[in-house]
């Protein structure tokens, strides 16, 4: 069985401050990673995605995140915030062989001006 | 390009009456199908998935229930709608037969359910 712990229902920064967004998995196979945004009203659109090619993933709109085995982490990260970022962030989990991903329960981004 | 589009964008319904919703899919052949529900500061629900026409699998036990009459379409229905089924629905697609395991999944816009 896979899970997914977004830890933090709700994050808040400062324009300009750093994003941190963490997700921790447990897959019994390696699995694949990604990230979904959510903005208010919408559809989720994929972020990024990890896929073993590389353990550090680039995403659209300045987005990365970093698959780290031990820490079994996929956190999502941006230098500088923008107002723009606010929006509801998920993290999901894919284990290879299975058509069902499991999603986290999301991480609200604020961003103060 | 593929897309996917969803309707109603929103419906106000009372409770006991029946619905559906159609989800479908252009620019691609036998993709995977979901149906998710979002409730109010909950995360996401995998309700039905399906990988071919006629196939469905139900995730959660509930007076939904999921058909898909063609291979880019499926729908989602209620012959009485109860209050707990307020909430967005979110329809989803991944690319059959090559892909699917595995693969981005690709939303809809969604529809917005109130139940009074």
């Known amino acids: 069985a896979q899970s997914v712990t977004q830890l933090g229902s709700h994050v808040s920064v400062s324009e300009g401050a750093l994003v941190l967004l963490r997700c921790n998995y447990s897959s019994s196979v390696p699995p694949y990673l990604f990230w979904y945004v959510q903005y208010p009203n919408q559809g989720l659109q994929l972020l990024l995605k990890?896929?073993?090619?590389?353990?550090l993933v680039k995403g659209i709109n300045g987005f990365e995140a970093e698959f780290k085995k031990s820490e079994t982490s996929f956190h999502l990260t941006k230098p500088s915030a923008h107002m723009s970022d606010a929006a509801e962030y998920f993290c999901?989990?894919?284990?290879?062989?299975?058509?069902?991903?499991?999603f986290g329960r999301g991480t609200s981004l604020i961003v103060h001006p | 390009s593929q897309t996917i589009h969803q309707w109603p964008a929103t419906l106000v319904q009372p409770v006991g009456s029946p619905l559906s919703l159609e989800c479908t899919v252009e620019g691609t052949s036998n993709p995977n199908l979901y149906w998710y529900r979002q409730a109010a500061g909950r995360g996401l629900q995998l309700l039905f998935y399906?990988?071919?026409?006629?196939?469905i699998s139900s995730e959660v036990p509930q007076n939904l229930s999921a058909s898909r009459p063609q291979d880019r379409q499926f729908i989602l229905s209620s012959k009485k709608l109860l209050l707990s089924d307020s909430g967005f629905y979110l329809c989803?697609?991944?690319?059959?037969?090559?892909?699917?395991?595995?693969?981005?999944?690709?939303f809809g816009p969604g529809t917005r359910l109130t139940v009074l």
């Open positions: 999901a989990v894919s284990s290879r062989g299975s058509y069902i991903p499991t």
């Open positions: 989803a697609w991944t690319p059959g037969l090559a892909g699917g395991i595995g693969d981005t999944q690709y």
């Open positions: 399906s990988v071919g026409i006629g196939q």
């Open positions: 990890y896929t073993s090619a590389a353990t």
